[in-house]
């Protein structure tokens, strides 16, 4: 295990549009370690997502976002991703006209720096990859996103992270809208992402505590109100979902400004 964190959240402050969203967030993930943001609707876990991707339209008033040990709060999207940091949309975008193979190439070689990456390489790579997630190896020649399930989609997800070998993967409520076998699915796929990229970093924003059943989190982080409220160990997200968000409300609303 790498002794530098993956991820590092400094006193976190965004604003949108010049409205305050986050107030002040700190988080830590470790190499090898899987943490859980949950939050109610509004409460910036979002917002969170999109500033970690550098979105411009969320601005950094304050704080610092640390990858692996290097100050990555003011770099660009491409840059972050070619430093290892990975984000799982929560609706993927479709891109007709490109296929799953031809896009992996190209963020393949961004991520490694080689302008020419093999096509022969990374068609390998995803036919051994879509059999251990239990896909078709015919999935690689589709349009990227377009025409697929809500399933699909998310484990096309699973199967980008698997082949970019990220520092650090943002997983942006990836359990919504799947029904219980598809969730089912992708989590097995995230198990088996874990299990070949030991030192992977991941953080898992979600509303809800149910794809928990399925990855165990060794911390759980609540997020009301722009800020973090309660952090623990995976019982934390029991205690969600018995208690539910309000009963997180007073804390958040006790906190300083």
Do not use: C
């Not at 377009?146 to 096309?156: D, I, L, Q, T, W």
């Not at 609540?222 to 997180?248: C, K, M, P």
């Amino acid at each position: 295990m790498s002794a530098m964190p993956a991820l590092e959240i400094n006193d976190l402050h965004v604003s949108v549009e010049g409205r305050e969203i986050l107030r002040g967030v700190s988080l830590t993930v470790e190499a090898a370690t899987l943490h859980a943001l949950m939050g109610p609707n509004g409460s910036g876990k979002s917002t969170l997502a999109q500033t970690l991707l550098a979105n411009p339209a969320y601005e950094v008033t304050a704080g610092l976002i640390r990858l692996a040990g290097e100050d990555i709060t003011y770099l660009p999207t491409d840059q972050r991703a070619a430093r290892g940091l990975f984000l799982g949309f929560q609706h993927p975008e479709e891109i007709p006209g490109v296929s799953v193979l031809n896009f992996l190439r190209q963020a393949i070689a961004h991520r490694k720096g080689i302008d020419d990456y093999s096509v022969l390489e990374v068609r390998v790579q995803l036919m051994q990859w879509t059999a251990r997630l239990g896909m078709d190896s015919r999935f690689q020649e589709r349009y990227l996103n377009e025409g697929f399930s809500g399933g699909e989609k998310k484990r096309n997800e699973v199967l980008q992270m698997a082949m970019l070998e990220p520092v650090m993967a943002v997983l942006d409520e990836t359990d919504s809208g799947l029904d219980i076998d598809a969730l089912r699915e992708v989590a097995a796929g995230i198990e088996e992402v874990r299990t070949d990229r030991t030192d992977l970093g991941l953080l898992l924003i979600t509303h809800y505590q149910r794809v928990l059943e399925y990855l165990r989190p060794d911390a759980v982080h609540v997020l009301v109100d722009g800020r973090i409220v309660a952090s623990g160990d995976a019982e934390l997200a029991h205690t969600v979902e018995t208690q539910g968000f309000d009963s997180f409300r007073t804390v958040s609303q006790g906190a300083p400004s």
